[in-house]
């Protein structure tokens, strides 16, 4: 059974980092690209960034475009969000998704619950 | 703004056929398969439909989805009121250096 956990979300002050993680477990985590999503409160759903299988490519959303930086631990079955320079309209519920293959372009198909970050002073 | 163009709402009555439209352009739709989401109340977003018309297991057959050109649509026929939720259509956009585009949601409400 596929399952993400995310961890690390939080308040934290305009300007600040914060890092997001997400624990995989139930599929082989290497041959599948991942992806955030966020859904600030009463909105809708926001992608955030993308990275593949591999870790070799990465694609992200205009808003977070050198703020935020996503990686991955594959030894660790891990996908990771650094988030600096946060801002008030950041806030919002971030989740990990999987996405259907190994490559960025195949869309999230199971998704984790969500971390909740708040950023404000 | 969202890139992909849904109704903010929707609504029918059990039994009844509802649709979902969701319009985009030739560098996202018109170029890439579409997925759509349910997400339920307070609960996160689940694959209801992948690649315009595929089926993950378990969802039942009620759902329905398709693509034509620019555009894509949800059909859920015999609805029930635990259809009542927010749905998203979502496609890989070419434009720039690639993106994924989420349309802005539509809230379906079972009468």
């Known amino acids: 059974e596929v399952q993400l956990v995310e961890s690390g979300g939080g308040l934290v002050q305009p300007g600040g980092s914060l890092r997001l993680s997400c624990a995989a477990s139930?599929?082989?985590?290497?041959?599948?690209?991942m992806s955030w999503v966020r859904q600030a409160p009463g909105k809708g759903l926001e992608w955030v960034s993308a990275?593949?299988?591999?870790?070799?490519?990465?694609y992200y959303a205009d808003s977070v475009k050198g703020r935020f930086t996503i990686s991955r631990d594959n030894s660790k079955n891990t996908l990771y969000l650094q988030m600096n320079s946060l801002r008030a309209e950041d806030t919002a519920v971030y989740y990990c998704?999987?996405?259907?293959?190994?490559?960025?372009?195949?869309?999230?198909?199971?998704w984790g619950q969500g971390t909740l970050v708040t950023v404000s002073s | 703004q969202s890139v992909l163009t849904q109704p903010p709402s929707a609504s029918g009555t059990p039994g009844q056929r509802v649709t979902i439209s969701c319009s985009g352009s030739?560098?996202?739709?018109?170029?890439?398969?579409v997925n759509w989401y349910q997400q339920l109340p307070g609960t996160a977003p689940k694959l209801l439909i992948y690649?315009?018309?595929q089926r993950p297991s378990g969802v039942p057959d009620r759902f329905s989805g398709s693509k034509s050109g620019t555009s894509a649509s949800l059909a859920i026929s015999g609805l029930q009121s635990e259809d009542e939720a927010d749905y998203y259509c979502?496609?890989?956009?070419?434009?720039?250096?690639?993106?994924?585009?989420f349309g802005g949601g539509t809230k379906l409400t079972v009468l």
């Open positions: 030739s560098s996202n739709i018109g170029s890439n398969t």
């Open positions: 139930g599929f082989t985590f290497s041959s599948y690209a």
């Open positions: 690649s315009n018309n």
């Open positions: 998704a999987k996405g259907g293959n190994g490559y960025c372009s195949s869309g999230p198909d199971y």
């Open positions: 979502a496609a890989w956009d070419d434009s720039l250096n690639g993106s994924w585009v």
């Open positions: 990275i593949s299988g591999s870790g070799g490519s990465t």
